[in-house]
């Protein structure tokens, strides 16, 4: 069964940078992207970008292109997405999801535990 | 970007009762749709892709329908489980973006 954990829950301060993880196993097919999509508290849910695994392969929401950056390590099987210049705005549960690889094929099948990510000063 | 609409935002309802939701895209997405059912504290779980496709083990008291702008979700016997927040998303192009979601509670 597919399992996507995510690393644990960050207090940082406005201006810093934060590296959320995720880990992801049991998919079926090789064939899929790891995604990353953030809700603030009582809010809706808002994607943030996109990366194949294999491939290295990305896109990324307009709006985050300046300060996020998406990385991977193979060797663990890890992605990792680091936002920078961070602000209150940007409190939110960060989840990682999967979706199949290929156009018209971003729906998100299987999600993360969520990281918590406060930003305060 | 695509904005994507939903009505209502709240809903209220008895179980047994169908419930619709409604979902609009800015521009035509053709089936390129997808339904999310949120728990509170849970992440979002997967119900509906390509506007009608339900996917594995979700019950089949839940349909969807819909092509180009309008799209709706239809619970056809509410259960207990089913009280949630539902969130249609379009996949159609960038920015992938979610509907506001709608809240399904008990009346």
């Known amino acids: 069964q597919v399992q996507l954990v995510q690393s644990g829950a960050e207090a940082k301060k406005p201006g810093a940078s934060v590296k959320v993880s995720c880990r992801a196993s049991g998919y079926r097919s090789k064939s899929y992207d790891i995604n990353w999509v953030r809700q603030a508290t009582g809010q809706g849910l808002e994607w943030m970008v996109w990366?194949?695994?294999?491939?290295?392969?990305?896109g990324y929401a307009q709006k985050f292109q300046d300060r996020l950056s998406i990385t991977r390590d193979i060797s663990i099987g890890t992605v990792y997405m680091e936002l920078s210049s961070l602000r209150s705005e940007d409190t939110a549960v960060y989840y990682c999801?999967?979706?199949?690889?290929?156009?018209?094929?971003?729906?998100?099948?299987?999600w993360g535990q969520g990281t918590l990510v406060t930003v305060s000063s | 970007d695509i904005q994507m609409t939903q009505s209502p935002s709240t809903l209220s309802a008895s179980v047994g009762d169908r419930v619709t939701i409604t979902c609009r895209a800015s521009?035509?997405?053709?089936?390129?749709l997808a339904w999310y059912q949120q728990k509170p504290g849970k992440a979002p779980n997967l119900l509906i892709s390509k506007a009608s496709t339900l996917e594995s083990g979700v019950p089949l008291r839940f349909s969807g329908s819909g092509s180009g702008t309008e799209f709706t979700l239809t619970i056809s016997s509410l259960q207990p489980d089913d009280f949630a927040i539902y969130y249609c998303q379009q996949y159609d192009s960038y920015s992938f973006t979610f509907g506001p979601g709608t809240k399904v509670d008990i009346k």
């Open positions: 990366m194949n695994p294999d491939s290295g392969n990305t």
């Open positions: 521009q035509s997405i053709s089936t390129w």
């Open positions: 999801a999967t979706s199949p690889s290929g156009r018209h094929l971003r729906y998100f099948d299987y």
